[in-house]
């Protein structure tokens, strides 16, 4: 089995073995075999009694050393990786809020409202009565219900989470008492229930992580529409996307993680300092290129190319044509460091919460953004003039991208067909089968999958059977970069119905050719669109979540914030497959409740199946019954009726 579903990505491979340059592959070859404990989730380092694990086959300890047996343990163990996925995207939407705030205030002249339109929709959305005041009034109050959201100490849900669901998905969460209030106090939540000695209930201790997850959510609510207010809600956009998008003739500086915060002002920045670069030999002037979910947040709002997404992000490197790697927060590999000293490049780190020994900290924040993205962007510019050409070697791959796919854009394209009823188009098709269901394919890659494979060959079993498809994150990286997001692909991909439908709404969107059979809808917190978008046609047919003919799949998961996603996704009401079984393995218990238990109360739940073709199998599966059940599909053909 290869490393990469893209081989093009091989000879970068193989040129980091000729350098005797390790990569994530081989780290994980080094890595095995790997504690088996710890894939099972029955290993406890909870208390300094221990570590201690239990056996789960043998005649070995059934319970800790202080009597905590494997559900405990397991539940304990999953729920804090669902409070560290929390933490992480909640903090995201946390720093924007206070950037909102800070702009709303005038303490800030590096950002300010760019969408003034979104932020009067947030405004309406969160119940803010915007009669009478500025701009800057109404940017404080969407920014204060916002924060809010982190410290609430009534008992009353979150903004975000009351105003963004079904009528009746919130009723079912407050019956079951996860309908989050406080996103902070979720997470400290946690971790005093799971502290040695308190919460031994595994079922009372995995509905605390659904209610923590949920946090996850409201942050993501958060995160994407605040940027959006400050930076533009996207559009559709034409891009390019995998490793050939780094350009021999310029100063490349990829950007890195997952914030826009400091992305965005890179881009404006190196606008501003093109002549430079060319003065120094870059004919092609500042070539930025995006890697993981900062890279979809440029490129979703300012078409900046797609380098790579998570798995290959060291490759970047190996190119040898990349000057600097700036890097904000979460899923930036502390390997970059040690590869970026074998090469001319330099690392970034900007945020004082995530710096990399062997990196260069210049820290970003609404002060001093400009000038010290000046200082970068300069360092970047010096350093193209010690490019080892000898040591250049970038695959020639690159494909074309179709982005930007929000719900409002969506909405407005549809708003074409059906001015009054924008949503009915859609509704329609679904309802005759030409769409016959919507999977939403989001996280990462994991080095134990081959890198992109699951996505694309799930993707094309879904569209062959004429499913569509969105996709954020890794996954929306995954297709970026492998041909899915481009017309070609719909007429290669798109089952006869589906290849009409996206054609007739190309043609309406004015492109001509047929809109890809693969929505981009952006970063991983960028989740939250899709579920915009479900709850509209959730509203517009009048039922909830769960009975739409929507699934959402993360087949090659691997973050902390894969979990906390996929236990949100599954909480409000969705069917989430995943490619691999999270460190739940020790405790059935555990098992049975993330999957039926959870259909039980909820209608979402978890569905795990390695074998991609199976998978997309079980997700056709599901949307046939969802349909079935609809009524919108024959149980069988009318002959086999009796
Ligand atoms: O937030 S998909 S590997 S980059 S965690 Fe990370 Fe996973 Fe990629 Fe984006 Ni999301
Ligand atoms: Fe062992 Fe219990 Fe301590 Fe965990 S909390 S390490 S099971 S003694």
């Not at 993360?554 to 949100?568: Q, R, V």
Request: charged share 25%.
């Amino acid at each position: 089995m290869g490393n990469c579903y893209d081989t093009s990505n091989n000879c970068l491979i193989n040129k980091a073995h000729d350098e005797n340059i390790d990569l994530v592959w081989d780290r994980y070859e080094k890595m095995k075999p790997q504690c088996g404990f710890g894939e099972m989730g029955i290993c406890c380092r909870i208390c300094l009694k221990g570590p201690c694990r239990i056996d789960p086959y043998g005649d070995g300890p059934k319970e800790g050393i202080c009597g905590a047996d494997a559900d405990t343990i397991v539940a304990r163990n999953l729920v804090r990786m669902i409070a560290s996925g929390t933490a992480s995207h909640s903090l995201h939407g946390k720093e924007i809020a206070k950037t909102l705030l800070h702009v709303a205030k005038g303490e800030t002249d590096n950002y300010k409202v760019k969408d003034i339109r979104k932020l009067k929709n947030i405004a309406e959305k969160l119940n803010i009565d915007t009669e009478g005041k500025t701009i800057n009034q109404i940017t404080e109050e969407v920014a204060m219900a916002s924060l809010m959201d982190y410290s609430r100490l009534e008992n009353t849900p979150c903004n975000w989470l009351s105003n963004t669901l079904t009528k009746s998905r919130l009723k079912k969460l407050t019956d079951l008492g996860v309908a989050l209030n406080n996103i902070e106090s979720s997470v400290t939540d946690i971790m005093s229930r799971t502290h040695m000695g308190t919460d031994a209930d595994a079922i009372n201790i995995l509905l605390a992580g659904l209610k923590c997850a949920l946090g996850d959510y409201v942050g993501m609510q958060i995160s994407t529409n605040l940027s959006d207010t400050l930076f533009g809600t996207p559009e559709p956009i034409i891009s390019e996307s995998n490793l050939g998008v780094i350009n021999e003739n310029a100063v490349n500086i990829a950007v890195h993680g997952h914030n826009p915060l400091l992305s965005e002002i890179i881009v404006d920045v190196a606008d501003e300092m093109e002549e430079e670069a060319i003065k120094a030999g870059a004919k092609d002037g500042i070539n930025i290129v995006g890697v993981c979910c900062t890279g979809n947040e440029v490129l979703l709002r300012r078409g900046i190319p797609l380098a790579t997404n998570f798995l290959s992000q060291e490759l970047a490197i190996l190119t040898g044509a990349l000057e600097a790697m700036v890097v904000d927060v979460q899923c930036i590999m502390p390997s970059l460091a040690k590869i970026a000293s074998c090469y001319h490049t330099e690392l970034f780190t900007t945020m004082p919460d995530a710096k990399i020994s062997g990196a260069t900290h210049i820290e970003l924040n609404e002060k001093n953004s400009v000038e010290n993205a000046r200082v970068i962007i300069k360092k970047a510019i010096e350093k193209y003039k010690m490019r080892d050409k000898n040591k250049v070697l970038i695959p020639k791959r690159k494909s074309k991208v179709i982005a930007g796919f929000s719900t409002e854009s969506i909405i407005k394209l549809l708003s074409k067909i059906d001015k009054e009823r924008p949503l009915k188009p859609i509704i329609d098709n679904i309802v005759n089968g030409n769409i016959k269901g919507v999977v939403l394919f989001a996280g990462c890659n994991n080095v134990k999958i081959m890198q992109d494979n699951n996505f694309v060959t799930m993707a094309k079993k879904l569209l062959d059977n004429n499913i569509l498809i969105l996709a954020t994150g890794c996954a929306a990286g995954a297709y970026a970069k492998n041909e899915l997001m481009n017309s070609e692909a719909t007429f290669k991909y798109a089952g006869e119905k589906l290849k009409e439908v996206l054609t007739l709404l190309g043609k309406e969107a004015g492109l001509d050719v047929p809109l890809p059979p693969v929505l981009h809808m952006g970063s991983c917190v960028d989740n939250s669109r899709g579920v915009d978008l479900a709850v509209a046609l959730a509203n517009e047919l009048g039922v909830d979540l769960d009975q739409l003919p929507l699934v959402a799949s993360a087949p090659e998961l691997m973050s902390e914030k894969a979990i906390s996603i996929g236990t949100w996704v599954a909480t409000i009401g969705l069917p989430v497959h995943i490619g691999m079984l999270p460190p739940v393995g020790g405790s059935q218990l555990t098992i049975d409740v993330l999957t039926s238990k959870l259909k039980e109360l909820l209608g979402g739940y978890f569905i795990v199946e390695e074998n991609p073709i199976k998978a997309a199998n079980k997700l056709i599966g599901i949307i046939k019954e969802k349909r079935v059940d609809l009524g919108i599909e024959p149980t069988a053909k009318p002959s086999e009726v009796v």
